[in-house]
């Protein structure tokens, strides 16, 4: 229940109650949960959005740090946890400006993900959206768009017509394109979405 209403602080923009009340949830699960119980990672993932959420970059990075050890402790590889997980990481590193870390960890998700989940799994195509969003930032372009169509083709092979995952999908791409500025050159590959 705490964690819903910091998940409803967050929606209406009151990011420090919500940090709050998952700092309260983090701090019971791990009172009363085993040591390695799952919830806990989720808490402490939980807890590094709202540092987020709060530009405190740096202190998400650490808990998603943790969050992605624990994970990889009491999970199987390539488990949907870890790859979310990673996608976080990948986010805050883009956040912080450290681009090859993003590049490495998103190329090594993709890999991952797609060694141990089944073909069309939706995070792979969340992992192809994560590292075509660094090709982006990182003046790849042309791989950026070609990884974010591939990645819509994939949502929309998966899932029915009209899924939210399409525009999920289209987001995510736009998302990443007006993040960072937008060279002379990138104007034509940004038309043909």
Same mark, same amino acid.
């Given at each position: 229940?705490?964690?819903?209403?910091?998940?409803?602080? #967050?929606?209406?923009?009151?990011?420090?109650?919500?940090?709050?009340?998952?700092?309260?949830?983090?701090?019971?699960?791990?009172? /009363? $949960?085993?040591?390695?119980?799952?919830?806990?990672?989720?808490?402490?993932?939980?807890?590094?959005?709202?540092?987020?959420?709060?530009?405190?970059?740096?202190?998400?990075?650490? $808990?998603?740090?943790?969050?992605?050890?624990?994970?990889?402790?009491? $999970?199987?590889?390539?488990?949907?946890?870890?790859?979310?997980?990673? =996608?976080?990481?990948? #986010?805050?590193?883009?956040?912080?400006?450290?681009?090859?870390?993003?590049? #490495?960890?998103?190329?090594?998700?993709?890999?991952?993900?797609?060694?141990?989940?089944?073909? =069309?799994?939706?995070?792979?195509?969340?992992?192809?959206?994560?590292?075509?969003?660094?090709?982006?930032?990182?003046?790849?372009?042309?791989?950026? /768009?070609?990884?974010?169509?591939?990645?819509?083709?994939?949502?929309?092979? /998966?899932?029915?017509?009209?899924?939210?995952?399409?525009?999920? =999908?289209? /987001?995510?791409?736009?998302?990443?394109?007006?993040?960072?500025?937008?060279?002379?050159?990138?104007?034509?590959?940004?038309?043909?979405?």
């Amino acid at each position: 229940a705490m964690n819903n209403l910091a998940s409803v602080f #967050s929606e209406v923009g009151d990011y420090q109650a919500a940090l709050q009340l998952k700092k309260d949830t983090l701090q019971l699960r791990e009172a /009363v $949960l085993p040591p390695d119980h799952p919830d806990i990672a989720t808490a402490m993932s939980n807890l590094a959005t709202s540092y987020n959420d709060l530009d405190r970059h740096q202190e998400a990075l650490v $808990l998603e740090l943790d969050t992605l050890s624990f994970r990889q402790r009491i $999970l199987p590889p390539g488990h949907p946890d870890i790859v979310a997980t990673k =996608g976080n990481l990948v #986010s805050t590193y883009m956040e912080l400006k450290q681009f090859e870390n993003a590049l #490495s960890l998103a190329q090594d998700t993709l890999s991952q993900s797609k060694k141990h989940l089944p073909p =069309g799994h939706p995070h792979i195509a969340t992992a192809m959206g994560d590292l075509a969003s660094v090709y982006w930032a990182v003046d790849r372009c042309s791989e950026a /768009v070609t990884l974010m169509e591939d990645t819509l083709a994939l949502k929309r092979q /998966v899932s029915p017509p009209n899924h939210l995952l399409h525009a999920t =999908g289209l /987001v995510q791409s736009v998302r990443s394109i007006l993040m960072y500025p937008i060279p002379q050159q990138r104007t034509r590959q940004i038309k043909r979405f």
